[in-house]
Nanobody, 126 residues
Framework: QVQLVQSGGGLVQAGGSLRLSCVASGRSLSTYAMGWFRQTPGKERELVAAISWSGESTYYGDSVQGRFTVSRDNAKNTVYLQMNSLKPDDTAVYYC???????????????????WGQGTQVTVSS
């Protein structure tokens, strides 16, 4: 079992920055690929960024490309999402998620992930 605990998030003005952290316990994250999702009311969870177990491969959704950066520190069992140039449309609950990286590190659908953080609200005011 992997437990994921998120921190960061909050309220920020448009153009500002936030960093989300996701710390794992129970098992090393070094064999897991990670994703960051976001969700707004009435919509499905959307993958915004993903990273392979080694950190060598990353993915970004079109809406966050060039503004968000996903990274990881396996020694600290932690994954990060740095969010810059935030826009009101980025307002959502953000979740980190993990699935075992068996060579297919990129998984777009939320149903493909095994473990989830508790979610954290990010609100961007205009």
């Amino acid at each position: 079992q992997v437990q994921l605990v998120q921190s960061g998030g909050g309220l920020v003005q448009a153009g500002g920055s936030l960093r989300l952290s996701c710390v794992a316990s129970g098992r090393s994250l070094s064999t897991y690929a990670m994703g960051w999702f976001r969700q707004t009311p009435g919509k499905e969870r959307e993958l915004v960024a993903a990273i392979s177990w080694s950190g060598e491969s990353t993915y970004y959704g079109d809406s966050v490309q060039g503004r968000f950066t996903v990274s990881r520190d396996n020694a600290k069992n932690t994954v990060y999402l740095q969010m810059n140039s935030l826009k009101p449309d980025d307002t959502a609950v953000y979740y980190c998620a993990a699935h075992r990286d068996d060579g297919s590190w990129y998984v777009e659908l939320h149903t493909g992930y095994d473990y989830w953080g508790q979610g954290t609200q990010v609100t961007v005011s205009s």
